[in-house]
Antibody, heavy 115, light 108 residues
Framework: QVQLQESGPGLVKPSETLSLTCTLS????????WNWIRQSPGKGLEWIGF???????NYNPSLRSRVTISLDTSKNQFSLNLTSVTAADTAVYYC?????????WGKGTTVTVSS | EIVLTQSPGTLSLSPGERATLSCRAS???????LAWYQQKPGQAPRLLIS???SRATGIPDRFSGGGSGTDFTLTITRLEPEDFAVYYC?????????FGQGTKVEIK
């Protein structure tokens, strides 16, 4: 059974970099897109970006200048870096497997931006 | 970027009633590239429908998707208590992904 698990700090200071990792178990990185999505409190889903198993990336234009998604196939992990965070980046962050549609999701991790 | 607009924002219905949710795209989306998700409080979204009309594994047949071009619908024929949730559409026709803002189906 394919599972995803997000991990990383739950609290980040303003202007610092938010770093999260998603670990895949029960499956392979190959052949899929790997996404990050976030959900601010009481709001809808916002796509952040994806990395293809080959290493190609695509990001939400509204976040592109601050986002990097990377892949470590040896560890079956992919990661999110979001720089210069503000309170507006406070959200639940999800990782998801993607064939186009997202069929496997992590449970999400809450990140709060606060001093 | 393709913008998805869902309506209504909130749908108030009783168990056993039919729910019809709309998702309108700002430009044409191939029917192969439209998905629907259900999200309950405190949970991750769950895939319901891909390719506009194909139910995901384990999804009951009271859920059905349809539409083409710029207008898509999700229909729940007879609402069960566990169906009260927020529903999102998502397109994957281009290289980017976008979600609609969601429709909340609440108990009347």
């Amino acid at each position: 059974q394919v599972q995803l698990q997000e991990s990383g700090p739950g609290l980040v200071k303003p202007s610092e970099t938010l770093s999260l990792t998603c670990t895949l178990s029960g499956g392979s990185i190959s052949g899929y897109y790997w996404n990050w999505i976030r959900q601010s409190p009481g709001k809808g889903l916002e796509w952040i970006g994806f990395i293809y198993y080959s290493g190609n990336t695509n990001y939400n234009p509204s976040l592109r200048s601050r986002v990097t998604i990377s892949l470590d196939t040896s560890k079956n992990q992919f990661s999110l870096n979001l720089t210069s965070v503000t309170a507006a980046d406070t959200a639940v962050y999800y990782c998801a497997r993607d064939w186009g549609y997202m069929d496997v999701w992590g449970k999400g991790t809450t990140v709060t931006v606060s001093s | 970027e393709i913008v998805l607009t869902q309506s209504p924002g909130t749908l108030s219905l009783s168990p056993g009633e039919r729910a019809t949710l709309s998702c309108r795209a700002s430009q044409r989306v191939s029917s192969y590239y439209l998905a629907w998700y259900q999200q309950k409080p405190g949970q991750a979204p769950r895939l319901l429908i891909s390719g506009a009309s194909s139910r995901a594994t384990g999804i009951p047949d009271r859920f059905s998707g349809g539409g083409s071009g710029t207008d898509f619908t999700l229909t729940i024929t007879r609402l069960e208590p566990e169906d009260f949730a927020v529903y999102y559409c998502q397109q994957y026709g281009g290289s980017a992904r976008t979600f609609g803002q969601g429709t909340k189906v609440e108990i009347k």
